[in-house]
C-alpha cells in the first residue's frame, strides 16, 4: 500500500520555483526564456525574487509589454545580467495584492511614460505565470470574474429607471457600463461599498491624480472628474437604497472620479447627518487627503464613522513631493489624524507601497512615531500606480538606503503597534450608529 501523504505544513514548504524571464517582441507575442530568470527592482536594486516575494498570479490581474523598455534576465550559469533586444513585460495585479518587486528593464531614452498603473515583476515556472506580489486582504468586493457582466449591466439601468431625477445615481451607472469601475459595479449589484463621489475640485495637484492631469503630464488621468455638486437628498436617496439591499453596508466619500471631499465637508456632514436621523445604518467613511483638520469633529458628530488618509510617506518632503498641497500642508494632515483619533473616528492610511522606497528604515521610524503618536488603526497596503522611473526620479532621493522587502517591512510594524491591522480595503465596522 503506497504511503499516505502528509498534508501537514511540511507539504506547504515545498520550495518555490525560480521563474524564468519572460520577453514580449514588437507584435505583442509574450515568451519565457529558456535559461534566464526573472529579475526585479526594488528601489534602483536589481535582483532575484526572494522566494516569500513571488506568488502564482491571481486571477482578475492583467500583464503587457513595456514600450521602449528592455527586458533585463539572470544568467544562472555566467551570473550575469543580460539586456535582452525583446521588450520588457509586467503585470498590473488584480485589488487585494500589493507589489513586492517591479518590473526589471533597461529604458530607451526617448521611451514613452507609462500610464498611471503599477508594475509588478512577472515571470514564468512550471506552466504558470509567477508574479511578485502579496495578498494582503481576503475580501471579495473587487473580485467580479465570477459574475455575470450581464447582472451589472441589468443593475444599473434598474438603478436609473429607479431613481430617474438622481443625477448621482446616473452618474455612476455610467461609470459601472463604461468604465467598468469596480465601486460603481458594487452599487449596481447592491454589495458591500456604496461609492459617494462630489467634489469638482481639489486642494492638492497628486503627480499620479487619476481624475486630473495638467496638460503635458505625458499620461492621461484614466478618470473624468464629476461635472456637478449632488445635493443631500441625491446622496442619501442612494444610501438608503444600498442599505436595504447589503446588510453590512459601506459608504464611501472620496472617489476616483472626483477631487478632494474634505472641500465639501459640510455637504457630507449634512448627508450623513440626514442619512442617520433616518435611520441609515452601516459605516460611512470619507477617503480623503485628510487636509482640514477642523472637518474631523463636525464630521464625526453627524455620524461619520472612518476616514482612509491618503500618504505616499509618514514623512513632510517625499509627502510634498508627490501631493503637492495647494491650500495646506503635511502638517495638516497629521493633525486630521489627532483630530480624527480625538473624536472617535477609525483611522486607515491608504499607504501608497513602492519597493525599495517605503520598506526602508527611515520611512519605517518615521511610521512606528506617526502610528505611536496618533494611535490610527489600520494600513491598507496599496500600490503607488506610477512610472517606475519617474517614481524612483521623484521619490527615490527621499528614500535613502537598502530595502528590506515587503513582508519585513509589515512584520516589524506589527511587531512594535499589537493593536495595528492591516489590508487593502475600508474595513466594515459594524453598527456605530450616528456619531458622538
Ligand atoms: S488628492 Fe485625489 S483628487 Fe486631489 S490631486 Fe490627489 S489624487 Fe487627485
Given at each position: ?56 498570479l ?10 521602449g523598455r ?49 508594475y ?17 486582504d ?32 446616473r ?66 436617496e ?8 447589503e ?16 472641500t ?20 460611512v467613511?470619507?477617503?480623503t ?36 498641497p ?33 520598506d ?5 521610524k ?70 458622538e
Amino acid at each position: 500500500m503506497p504511503p499516505r501523504i502528509h498534508y501537514g505544513p511540511r507539504m506547504a514548504k515545498r520550495e518555490k520555483p525560480r521563474p524564468h524571464l519572460l520577453v514580449a517582441d514588437r507584435d505583442g507575442n509574450i515568451y519565457d526564456h529558456p535559461d534566464l530568470l526573472m529579475l526585479c527592482r526594488r528601489g534602483e536594486e536589481m535582483a532575484l525574487p526572494r522566494p516569500d516575494e513571488i506568488t502564482p498570479l491571481p486571477p482578475d490581474s492583467e500583464f503587457f509589454m513595456l514600450p521602449g523598455r528592455l527586458a533585463v534576465g539572470f544568467d544562472p550559469e555566467t551570473g550575469e545580467l543580460e539586456v535582452m533586444e525583446e521588450l520588457a513585460v509586467a503585470a498590473f495585479v488584480c485589488p487585494a495584492h500589493t507589489v513586492t518587486g517591479v518590473a526589471a528593464y533597461a529604458e530607451d531614452d526617448d521611451a514613452p511614460a507609462l500610464p498611471l498603473l503599477s508594475y509588478a515583476a512577472i515571470g514564468y515556472a512550471e506552466g504558470k505565470f509567477w508574479v511578485c506580489s502579496k495578498k494582503v486582504d481576503e475580501d471579495k468586493r473587487q473580485v467580479f470574474s465570477n459574475i455575470d457582466p450581464e447582472r451589472i449591466r441589468a443593475g444599473a439601468h434598474k438603478l436609473m429607471k429607479q431613481f430617474p431625477d438622481n443625477r448621482l445615481v446616473r452618474h455612476l451607472a455610467g461609470c459601472a457600463l463604461n468604465y467598468g469601475c469596480p465601486a460603481a459595479k458594487n452599487l449596481a449589484l447592491g454589495r458591500f461599498e456604496c461609492p459617494l463621489p462630489t467634489a469638482r475640485t481639489c486642494n492638492a495637484r497628486c503627480v499620479g491624480c487619476i481624475s486630473h492631469q495638467p496638460e503635458g503630464s505625458g499620461f492621461p488621468s484614466p478618470q473624468e472628474r464629476i461635472a456637478f455638486t449632488p445635493t443631500v437628498e441625491e446622496i442619501v436617496e442612494i444610501m438608503l437604497h444600498h442599505g436595504k439591499r447589503e446588510k453590512r453596508a459601506i459608504y464611501s466619500f472620496g472617489q476616483g472620479c472626483e477631487g478632494e471631499p474634505l472641500t465639501n465637508w459640510k455637504l457630507l456632514a449634512d448627508a450623513t447627518r440626514n442619512f442617520r436621523e433616518r435611520g441609515g445604518k452601516g459605516t460611512v467613511n470619507v477617503n480623503t487627503n485628510a487636509s482640514l483638520p477642523e472637518a474631523m469633529e463636525p464630521l464625526a458628530r453627524a455620524g461619520v464613522n472612518s476616514i482612509r488618509v491618503s500618504l505616499n510617506s509618514a514623512r513632510k518632503d517625499p509627502y510634498e513631493a508627490y501631493y503637492r498641497p495647494v491650500s495646506y500642508c503635511f502638517e495638516d494632515v497629521q493633525e486630521s489624524i489627532h483630530q480624527a483619533k480625538k473624536h472617535g473616528l477609525f483611522v486607515s492610511l491608504n499607504y501608497l507601497f513602492f519597493p525599495g522606497l517605503n520598506d526602508t528604515e527611515e520611512e519605517l521610524k518615521t511610521l512606528h512615531a506617526l502610528l505611536e503618536e496618533t494611535r490610527l488603526d489600520f494600513i491598507q497596503l496599496r500600490n503607488l500606480n506610477l512610472d517606475p522611473q519617474l517614481a524612483l526620479e521623484l521619490l527615490g532621493p527621499h528614500f535613502p538606503g537598502p530595502a528590506m522587502g515587503l513582508n519585513n517591512f509589515r512584520k516589524r510594524l506589527r511587531k512594535t503597534h499589537d493593536w495595528l491591522r492591516f489590508g487593502y480595503f475600508n474595513p466594515y465596522l459594524g453598527d456605530p450608529g450616528a456619531g458622538e
